[in-house]
């Protein structure tokens, strides 16, 4: 769109992006600084607490003691529930959390269509109704054959509750395996009162685009989101997939490259400046416990200095090893 320099001038200015940091502190601490809007733990071990703000992700991290993510911005932070839902708005962002439990809403596909109608519900009726972020986190995603794999019929689920909901282009999105109980499903988003911009990666297939054979229902999200300040950039899940296909079967290393290349394209996709550094949180979602140490020793020697939170998590197609996801500051 061609703005006037007065229009320029007139416009509100866009939202500061949300600082995501990793933190080596308690509960507490975290959701007591300043602009505190979300607090995330990882695995079994982490601390509760009834502050709508934190979400206990139910995926184990190899770092011992795991840290916490925090999610700030510049402003008042609200907070709240709603049924199920917890949610916190301040500065233009909002985040909203919708843990179910399968045994109570019949299975993977209905839990997910309900997830996803009752975020729709809510962010609807808010001013931050731009969703620019999403993460699902189920159990035994790759149990079942065909369309009947778990994560398959997650993605008809999710498409039947989102109805209209991304009518104005997807989100970017991560969707991981976890090892905990296998009925919990979790989704969280960030949403903002103003739009950012979709990323697609070029040396991939669009995900809404892919051929039938990865399921009834195609994933639905944008490879990555530039948020409003355009300052920063939101990166969804990305793993070894070239074209549509899953590159690299049995071939832990080659996947990892892949995965970077991938990335780094994603940055150049998006006007970024090349690399990632010390302001790019990662996060690497790991299938196998084995493979640990050489991922760690790959973030290492060519992604030095990047903070890093390794997860146990499983990757949608049960061929591929390894996923990043996370954000790039500019
Ligand atoms: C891929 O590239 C890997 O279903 O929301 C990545 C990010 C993947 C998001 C989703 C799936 C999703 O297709 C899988």
Redesign the pocket.
Known sequence: MVQSCEDMLNAPAFHPAPRVSYRHVDVDAALSEAGALAVFSFGAGAALSGDPRYLRVDLECFDAPAPLELWQVDGVVRHGTEGALQWAAGGGWLFVAVPLDEREHGGIRETAALAYRRLREFVGQRTERHVLR?W?YLGAINRGEGDAER?KQF?DGRAAGAGDFFADGFPA???IGHHADEHRLQVYLLACDQPGMRVENPR?VS?WH?PRQYGRTP???ARAMTLPAQDVLAI????A?VGHASAHRDDLDAQLEETLANLEALLRHADMAAGFDTHSPLKVYVRDPADAPRVREFLRQRLPGVPVLMLHGD???SE?LV?F?GWRYA
């Open positions: 999403i699902n994560y993605c999105a991560t969707a991939q995900s892919y994933p639905g999200f969804s899940g990305t793993a997939v990757v949608c197609r591929l996923e996801d």
